[in-house]
């Protein structure tokens, strides 16, 4: 499933919403200036990348997936781009000083994930994850679609928002770990809303046909609603030092 996403990397990097300024300036004040080099994990079409590179550091990033790797290298030519996963990663000697993941940590092997990304930091190193939930603004909008999402699909398992700080606390690995929250609410046009669907892996999985019955089902829930929908949309950073 890491390299579903390659299906549809130019839909991914258009559709995909950014994140926030926040996020970097949240990770400067943990970091307490810039970092010597930054390392971006599942790094995919560089959703993340232009803000790390804000960081005003060298950055690798590490994407497994050919097809995202090549969107990302036209997008950030700057960066160093890594074409492996993080578990076939090797950190340089003496570790790096920032370690990001922007929407990727649940692909990376649970059980081995934190202590991998302390061993590649150096001493006051951090690790940084963060990530988008998405949610919709307007309750009877968001109703018409959960309805419509858990009617074709009930197995699709609903993520605790703090499940990351939940993860890293737990792990143990950390001396000091935090969460910071950021909100936002865009709005989509149904053809952005439609092409973000389709960037989704429960969606990606399924089989043609029920991706259209999905897609027909958002359309017609978008079309009553005057064709748009407004996002909640809720960014999650959490923030782990050595």
């Known amino acids: 499933m ?36 930054v ?19 060298p950055l690798t990033a590490i ?31 003496g570790g790096v000083g920032l370690i990001a993941c922007a929407t990727a940590w649940h692909w990376m092997d649970p059980a081995t994930r934190h202590q991998r990304a302390r061993d590649a930091l150096r001493p006051g190193g ?25 009617r074709i699909d009930p197995s699709v398992p609903e993520k605790d928002e703090h499940w990351a700080l939940d993860d890293a606390v737990t792990s143990g690995v950390w001396r000091d770990v935090a969460e910071h929250r950021f909100h936002d ?8 809303y439609l092409a973000l ?3 989704f892996s429960p969606f990606r999985r399924h089989a043609p046909e029920i991706r259209k019955e999905i897609l027909d089902g958002l359309s017609a829930i978008l079309d009553d609603f005057g064709g748009s929908v407004a996002l909640d949309l809720r960014t999650s950073l959490v923030l782990a030092t050595l």
């Open 126 to 150: 951090v690790l940084a994850i963060f990530y988008h939930r998405y949610n919709y603004a307007v309750p009877a909008q968001s109703a018409a679609i959960d309805e419509l999402l858990m």
């Open 185 to 192: 609410h865009p709005v989509f046009g149904k053809a952005q």
């Open 63 to 93: 994407e497994p997936d050919p097809r995202m790797a090549a969107v990302l290298r036209a997008n950030f030519p700057g960066a160093r781009v890594e074409n492996t996963t993080f578990e076939e990663w090797a950190a340089p000697p």
């Open 2 to 37: 890491t390299r579903v996403f390659g299906e549809v990397a130019s839909m991914y990097d258009d559709a995909r919403p950014g994140y926030p300024d926040d996020v970097r300036e949240s990770i400067l004040d943990r970091l307490g200036g810039p970092p010597a080099e």
């Open 39 to 57: 390392v971006e994990l599942g790094a995919g079409t560089g959703k993340a990348t232009g803000l790390l590179l804000g960081l005003g550091a």
């Open 197 to 199: 669907m389709q960037t």
